[in-house]
């Protein structure tokens, strides 16, 4: 019998619809899905990060990915059942999972069980913390680089080499592994003049007196230098941090200058798929499409941005001219007479 549940995801996300078919309980019930949209707040930066956008009695397939990653991240060893299928049905990769999706290979069983041998010999958290970073530092040998794509953690393992995102997948991964709880980060600061963005993981530890501190685990921030007083940090969201890998494969390609591939409209669609109220992923849309010259598209995606983060329309007017040329023109006008 078909769930019902799934019903609304039908029409508007083929593969969601058969996933969720698939793999939903039958007592888990719409209202536990229809939760809202969870997205990163870049203006309350002292309280929590995670906002979300008021359910509607309708199941989008972004509050269903919700729900999968977050059944799928209660047993990340799982990788060839739920995260298998959702990559088959969706053509959507967890990149953080140590799974390379072939089961004739055993290159990502032998990192799981790396992973798991640390985890069974440490006596505390912190401990196997550094074993962890040690461990991804001398036996891996993971070197940071910054003109990189972004790649899952078995790939980034296998290369030796990533930009910040790809390290931050093989430690978030390593530390589901190893049954912790990781957050990812999101750094953002000013360098030299220009914007800097980084993404860490760190997995939260709560000492005797209540204190609890992110104990960070970071590969890359060698290649920026020390983060300067005044930078800006955001959790993230599991979904933010999916869909980022996805947005910063368009965005690193434009740095490297390599040529518009088939497959960067995957990524940009996937990450607005995912995180359709994440300012970062939305900026990234406006970017594709008006180097694109579809303006028409990246138009709702300008608008959407300031509504999530009203402070943008500025640095948008000045980043996305072209866009911003046709999208109330008297507004942001009157923003820059501000100067």
Not at 122 to 150: G, M, R
Not at 311 to 329: C, D, F, M, N, W
Request: hydrophobic residues 40%; glycine residues 8%; charged residues 20%.
């Amino acid at each position: 019998m078909p769930n019902t549940v799934c019903e609304s995801l039908r029409d508007i996300d083929p593969g969601a619809y058969t996933h969720c078919q698939e793999w939903l309980p039958e007592q888990v019930k719409a209202e536990d899905l229809d939760i809202g949209i969870t997205y990163t707040s870049r203006e309350k930066t002292k309280e929590p990060q995670i906002a979300r956008t008021a359910p509607d009695g309708i199941v989008s397939p972004t509050e269903y990915y919700q729900w999968a990653v977050n059944a799928i991240n209660q047993d990340p060893l799982d990788v060839s059942g739920m995260a298998k299928a959702l990559y088959q049905n969706t053509g959507i990769r967890l990149p953080y999972l140590f799974t390379d999706y072939d089961p004739a290979t055993n290159t990502d069983d032998r990192m799981i069980q790396e992973i798991q041998d640390l985890a069974g010999g440490a006596e505390a958290t912190v401990t196997l913390l550094d074993a962890i970073v040690d461990h991804v530092v001398t036996k891996w040998n993971i070197f940071p680089v910054a003109d990189a794509l972004t790649l899952g953690a078995v790939e980034t393992v296998q290369a030796q080499r990533g930009p910040c995102q790809g390290i931050a997948h093989v430690y978030y991964g390593a530390a589901l592994v190893a049954g912790l709880n990781p957050q990812a980060l999101s750094v953002e600061y000013l360098a030299n003049g220009e914007s800097v963005h980084h993404t860490r993981a760190a997995v939260p530890i709560t000492f005797g007196g209540g204190d609890t501190v992110d104990y960070t685990l970071d590969g890359a921030l060698g290649i920026f230098g020390p983060s300067p007083e005044g930078e800006i940090t955001l959790a993230l969201s599991t979904l933010d941090f999916v869909s980022l890998s996805y947005a910063n494969k368009w965005r690193e390609a434009r740095r490297m200058g390599l040529p518009v591939m088939a497959e960067d409209k995957h990524n940009i669609e996937t990450a607005l798929k995912l995180a359709p109220y994440h300012y970062s992923i939305l900026e990234a849309g406006i970017g594709y499409y008006e180097f694109l010259g579809e303006i028409d598209q990246a138009l709702p995606l300008f608008d959407r941005a300031i509504e999530v983060f009203p402070g943008a329309i500025r640095v948008l007017s000045q980043t996305h001219p072209q866009t911003a040329k046709v999208y109330e023109p008297e507004q942001i006008r009157a923003v820059a007479s501000l100067d």
